[in-house]
């Protein structure tokens, strides 16, 4: 099927014009290149290149196709298409939660896809894929390209699924030029990294950093609100069942050990606005902020509300809107943020003052010791603001917490932070800009994502591009398709000068 | 059966000696009725003394039997008991919707015991069981005693029950002193009044007063969290099917016109703590405060919780904590309540913030003005909350309010009130203070009754007595044997005084 694709649309004669081109750098403007649809090429692997034979500048002329990466990121969006939000093919938002059967169709079509660029493709025990493209070195591990098909009820096109795309495209650029590395090139595509069904997110890929254990995974069972969407069962399933339920529960042990990586690099929507604010295209990863999860649970009591005054109430959900109001002032005093996801009230009645009200906070900062102060200030205003509810009637709120996810600080690897600073100055290049370099930034991630624990295991980091309005975990999520390919290139021009880095004496 | 109770219990001497005594109100003190086993008697029809004849001295010495009265009221709460709080036989809340198989049982007993009273049962077409003792005069509609047999799923012993039980106990006592009404004397048990299961509270006497139409009561669907408790079916059923599927749909037109009533009296717990904070025993019941009952929709926008900086988010979580913060600072400066009993925040996830949330509103007041005034102040900071909610981005949070429920205040009949207000003074006068009559207090209901219904139709009343810290909709809701003694005898002699008013000349 490989060869027939090629066929239909390059001739030899092409390949062998553009990676002329490619040879002869001053002959290959970059510019032309990312318009000009003949740059979709291959020649044969007899043909091929080395990475570490590249010269620097042919390193920095790498493109990813842009074409190509969009039309196969919304053809792979076509399996758990969610909100329409306009009257385009791909105005819609996506909904594909974790080993749900839309998951199961999009892994079927990685798989599919990888395998067709010869990859050799592990399942593991969490339904983690990790496709291979061999180097020429059978002996040490492979680079990794990684990130997540799995979204958010109501997430959008570009949240993971760019990541794990601009893997597949970089794999597709380079067998388009006959590239070949010295140590592989994989894409890895982690299982529930959204922890939107499964309630606790990256969790695959910790348990391939052997920092959450693989039986409490696999008995994490889905959250009640997920199970009575369409594409979820309607009983609570675990995730272990789950797995088994769409054939992805795979027999390769899930730990670093068993599936090594020399480094992982990720490509993400920045989910924020400082890139598009500042009009800068590119955003190199340094550092994840910190962050701490915990579910509260403030016990008051029912009461009716027709017969109830004010100062006779102990109720559980006013003190909740109170702690939300304080929790914000309190973070943003320090720099942080604290933000509640999820509020239940009981018993959920019109007329009764709900005695108790569960809800979540996330805190995060920017280092371990602010979160740390901005934790310690909302424990003590919470209860200052429960024992004063309730407290004319002798019964006074009191209020739980549990810490249900603690992420400290990461910092990524300086290797991989230089391999993407190079790449990204020599992307934006193409820009008209007299400064092109001050389109790029280092950036730190306000969000978590499957980098955290393959950092804490091998040299890692980050790429961020733009996203519209800085909105993320919305339907309406956007990400152009010339900063994709911008994103792509780099995290392409990256693991090469990663690999060369490696091999290069 | 009736007559051999009587004669396993009393002897026709007792019986004489006690009338004689209440002939004679200064033999008859009512401090030793009140506690003196043999105050149970009974006297045959043919000795009866008739209500317009008895003196002012002797309607004020009518009690009812405390002990009688806690024993059926606890005996007809063994269908349906709830959660368990004590130790002690009768320490369990109630869980008795409406309808039930539960209901059914208690339905069942309360048309035994009423026809063992010689009353003549009615059942209309929503279930509303009506038992009148006949009066001397069969031209003329009775008075009734009404409340309801139904309790909220995590409910208690006295909510409604008592209001019942206390008509079927002025029923014995009358029997007891072979004593004789005008008019006849009726007791009601209303369907549904909690609202609880079929979500429309006091329903059917809302259809009775021909302000709710039948077939909309009739088609009313049980609330699918009802659905899933023990007592009720799995699937969610019309209030017409459970009717029937009980075997409590009755043959006759539910209407004022149909069953007429000459007034309505309902003894309740007070469900706040007014009464007991003052160490007061009876609440005479002049009105029912005005509520309106909204639910609101705040629109913002899904972000993610980590990457969204607090000045680009549209939180519509934050704007509802800020606006029921807000909903208790103006409610309470104009001497009213609002109480927010159900939240949802959408779509529901740790590390999304949330875009959309709803709620419901429960606006009461002691005026209809207050009430709107409220609303309108309402109306105009949740607009203003909202507004800078989202601002800095250009998208703010937007607020829809949707009405439910208007309930404007209902103010009971003088004649009504009168009779309560002197019987009330009657039966305190039992108390060892000084000043009994400070014993009583004229109050305003916070809570909706059947009674706002029958006042449209008919003069009504209410009658409160006090209930352990003011707590109700809780199975540890308590109101004590004397407490609810009180009450009873409060409402028998309110009953005689009423039937005197109509018919002295």
Same mark, same amino acid.
């Not at 080993?99 to 395998?115: G, P």
């Not at 790449?423 to 790029?440: G, H, M, N």
């Given at each position: 099927?490989?060869?027939m694709?090629?066929?239909?649309?390059?001739?030899?004669?092409?390949?062998?014009?553009?990676?002329?081109?490619?040879?002869?750098?001053?002959?290959?403007?970059?510019?032309?290149?990312r318009?000009?649809?003949?740059?979709?090429?291959?020649?044969?692997?007899?043909?091929?290149?080395l990475?570490?034979?590249?010269?620097?500048?042919?390193?920095?002329?790498?493109?990813?196709?842009?074409?190509?990466?969009?039309?196969?990121?919304?053809?792979?969006?076509?399996?758990?298409?969610? %909100?329409?939000?306009?009257?385009?093919?791909?105005?819609?938002g996506?909904?594909r939660l974790?080993?749900?059967?839309?998951?199961?169709?999009?892994?079927?079509?990685?798989?599919?896809?990888?395998?067709?660029?010869?990859?050799?493709?592990?399942?593991?025990?969490?339904?983690? %894929?990790?496709?291979v493209?061999?180097?020429?070195?059978?002996?040490?591990?492979?680079?990794?390209?990684?990130?997540?098909?799995?979204?958010?009820?109501?997430?959008?096109?570009?949240?993971?699924?760019?990541?794990?795309?601009?893997?597949?495209?970089?794999?597709?650029?380079?067998?388009?030029?006959?590239?070949?590395?010295?140590?592989?090139?994989?894409?890895?595509?982690?299982?529930?990294?959204?922890?939107?069904?499964?309630?606790?997110?990256?969790?695959?890929?910790?348990?391939?950093?052997?920092?959450?254990?693989?039986?409490?995974?696999?008995?994490?069972?889905?959250?009640?609100?997920?199970?009575?969407?369409?594409?979820a069962?309607?009983?609570?399933?675990t995730?272990?069942?789950?797995?088994?339920?769409?054939?992805?529960?795979?027999?390769?042990?899930?730990?670093?050990?068993?599936?090594?990586?020399?480094?992982?690099?990720?490509?993400?929507?920045?989910?924020?606005?400082?890139?598009?604010?500042?009009?800068?295209?590119?955003?190199?990863?340094?550092?994840?902020?910190?962050?701490?999860? !915990?579910?509260?649970?403030?016990?008051?009591?029912?009461?009716?509300?027709?017969?109830?005054?004010?100062?006779?109430?102990?109720?559980?959900?006013?003190?909740?809107?109170?702690?939300?109001?304080?929790?914000?002032?309190?973070?943003?005093?320090?720099?942080?943020? #604290?933000?509640?996801?999820?509020?239940e009230?009981?018993?959920?009645?019109?007329?009764?003052?709900?005695?108790?009200?569960?809800?979540?906070?996330?805190?995060?900062?920017?280092?371990?010791?602010?979160?740390?102060?901005?934790?310690?200030?909302?424990?003590?205003? !919470?209860? #200052?603001?429960?024992?004063?509810?309730?407290?004319?009637?002798?019964?006074?709120?009191?209020?739980?917490?549990?810490?249900?996810?603690?992420?400290?600080?990461?910092? !990524?690897?300086?290797?991989?932070?230089?391999?993407?600073?190079?790449?990204?100055?020599?992307?934006?290049?193409?820009?008209?800009?007299?400064?092109?370099?001050?389109?790029?930034?280092?950036?730190?991630?306000?969000?978590?994502?499957?980098?955290?624990?393959?950092?804490?295991?091998?040299?890692?980091?980050?790429?961020?591009?733009?996203?519209?309005?800085?909105?993320?975990?919305?339907?309406?999520?956007?990400?152009? #398709?010339?900063?994709?390919?911008?994103?792509?290139?780099?995290?392409?021009?990256?693991?090469?000068?990663?690999?060369?880095?490696?091999?290069?004496?």
């Amino acid at each position: 099927m490989r060869s027939m694709i090629r066929s239909q649309v390059y001739t030899p004669t092409l390949a062998r014009l553009v990676r002329f081109a490619l040879i002869q750098p001053t002959l290959l403007s970059s510019r032309i290149i990312r318009t000009n649809p003949r740059r979709h090429f291959s020649v044969s692997r007899k043909q091929a290149m080395l990475s570490t034979e590249l010269t620097e500048a042919q390193v920095s002329a790498l493109r990813a196709n842009k074409d190509r990466l969009a039309r196969d990121l919304h053809h792979s969006c076509q399996w758990g298409s969610g %909100i329409r939000w306009g009257d385009g093919p791909t105005d819609t938002g996506m909904q594909r939660l974790a080993l749900s059967q839309e998951d199961k169709q999009v892994r079927d079509w990685f798989i599919e896809t990888t395998k067709a660029l010869n990859c050799r493709v592990t399942i593991d025990e969490m339904g983690n %894929i990790f496709a291979v493209r061999p180097g020429r070195r059978t002996d040490v591990p492979p680079v990794f390209i990684g990130s997540h098909l799995d979204t958010q009820p109501t997430g959008g096109r570009y949240d993971g699924i760019l990541g794990v795309l601009s893997g597949i495209e970089a794999l597709k650029s380079m067998d388009d030029m006959g590239l070949e590395t010295e140590g592989g090139v994989g894409v890895v595509n982690w299982t529930n990294e959204e922890g939107a069904r499964f309630p606790i997110s990256m969790i695959s890929s910790g348990v391939w950093a052997e920092c959450i254990p693989l039986s409490q995974a696999h008995e994490l069972k889905e959250v009640p609100t997920v199970a009575s969407l369409p594409t979820a069962s309607s009983a609570p399933e675990t995730m272990r069942s789950a797995l088994e339920k769409i054939d992805y529960l795979g027999s390769v042990p899930c730990s670093y050990k068993q599936t090594p990586m020399a480094a992982h690099f990720e490509l993400h929507i920045e989910q924020g606005p400082h890139l598009e604010t500042a009009g800068q295209h590119v955003g190199v990863v340094t550092a994840v902020q910190a962050y701490r999860w !915990f579910r509260l649970t403030i016990v008051g009591r029912d009461t009716h509300t027709g017969t109830t005054a004010f100062e006779h109430r102990a109720d559980a959900l006013y003190a909740f809107a109170q702690m939300m109001v304080r929790a914000r002032e309190v973070a943003s005093s320090h720099g942080c943020l #604290a933000s509640v996801g999820i509020v239940e009230a009981k018993p959920g009645s019109v007329n009764t003052v709900p005695g108790v009200v569960s809800f979540t906070l996330d805190i995060r900062g920017p280092e371990d010791e602010l979160v740390n102060v901005v934790e310690k200030q909302l424990r003590k205003d !919470f209860d #200052a603001i429960a024992a004063e509810e309730g407290k004319p009637i002798g019964k006074p709120c009191r209020v739980e917490w549990t810490l249900d996810f603690d992420s400290p600080v990461v910092k !990524f690897h300086p290797d991989c932070i230089d391999c993407v600073q190079q790449s990204a100055e020599a992307v934006v290049a193409d820009s008209d800009s007299t400064d092109p370099k001050s389109l790029t930034r280092t950036i730190m991630s306000g969000a978590g994502h499957d980098s955290v624990f393959t950092s804490k295991r091998v040299p890692t980091s980050m790429i961020f591009v733009p996203c519209k309005d800085g909105l993320s975990h919305h339907p309406e999520e956007f990400c152009s #398709a010339d900063d994709c390919a911008t994103g792509a290139s780099v995290i392409l021009q990256a693991v090469i000068r990663y690999d060369r880095k490696r091999f290069s004496s």
